[in-house]
Nanobody, 125 residues
Framework: QVQLVESGGGLVQAGGSLRLSCAAS????????MGWFRQSPGKEREFVAA????????TASDSVKGRFSISRDNALNMVYLQMNSLKPEDTAVYYC??????????????????WGQGTQVTVSS
């Protein structure tokens, strides 16, 4: 079992940056592909970025590619989402998630078994 706690959200002006952190508990952290998703009111949960078990493979949605980057530190049981050049449309609750099954990082939220409680990111124009 993996428990996830996100932090680092907040209010930022358009063009600014934030770094989200996700702290994971459990000895099996490095056995999971990790992902970040986001959800805004009235919309479905949306894939943002994912990273493989050893951090060697990352993938990101087209809407954030070039602006956001995902990384992990298996020694610290941490996952990060660096968000630059933020836009008002990035406003959402951001969730950290863990996928113990897939062979490579997945964009499908159904693949992810464990979820954090989310952290709010608000980008003002």
């Amino acid at each position: 079992q993996v428990q996830l706690v996100e932090s680092g959200g907040g209010l930022v002006q358009a063009g600014g940056s934030l770094r989200l952190s996700c702290a994971a508990s459990g000895r099996t952290f490095s056995s999971n592909n990790m992902g970040w998703f986001r959800q805004s009111p009235g919309k479905e949960r949306e894939f943002v970025a994912a990273v493989s078990r050893n951090g060697g493979i990352t993938t990101a949605s087209d809407s954030v590619k070039g602006r956001f980057s995902i990384s992990r530190d298996n020694a610290l049981n941490m996952v990060y989402l660096q968000m630059n050049s933020l836009k008002p449309e990035d406003t959402a609750v951001y969730y950290c998630s863990a996928d113990p099954i897939s062979s490579s990082p997945s964009t499908d939220p159904k693949r992810y078994r464990y979820w954090g409680q989310g952290t709010q990111v608000t980008v003002s124009s």
